[in-house]
């Protein structure tokens, strides 16, 4: 059995004439407030975002929103709240059972109200296993349309990344719409400054 470097090369090796990549230039959706655009998408896909005022308390916003919330995992260093840092546990295993996670998003996108998450956290489950999801999001970051999001992602200096647009929902079990199927049940984007 070949292995794929001996498969490639073997292609290579019969390949005809190569060609250079085309240059596309797409004619993308823009919009001239991003941000804007971004919290009425996000609300549509039943997330919701939050512009955070200068000098607010982000650990006292948290608190306000997620008032029952017992176990809040984040690596971030402004959430003091956090009970539990997912890059000292041993095991993802040891993240069941979260109440709240929140991580930094690096770029938002206005036409569909998602956010680039590369894995700045060891144990990228917290995304996902999570009952609640906050993200921080700079609402300087927002571009207008996924061509812009891959332009200013560097996909060489990731392990992981996910592309996270509302809460996880699934209608293919009888049509009927579930929230947080395989994933966090509520997502709040909270744009900063």
Known sequence: MSTKNDILSNIRSHSGKTYAMP???PDAIRYTDTAARFMEVLKSVGGSAIELQEGEDINARIMSL???ARSIASNLPEI???TINPDEIATPHLLNGTALAVVRGEIGVAENGCV???QNVKEKAVCFIAEYLLILLDKN???SNMHEAYAKIGFNDYGFG???SGPSKTADIE???VIGAHGAKGVVVFLTA
């Open 175 to 177: 049509q009927a719409l």
């Open 66 to 68: 997620y008032p029952e």
């Open 141 to 143: 970051n927002i571009v």
């Open 116 to 118: 680039w998450i590369p």
């Open 162 to 164: 996910v592309f996270i």
């Open 23 to 25: 240059v596309i230039e």
């Open 80 to 82: 003091r709240i956090a």
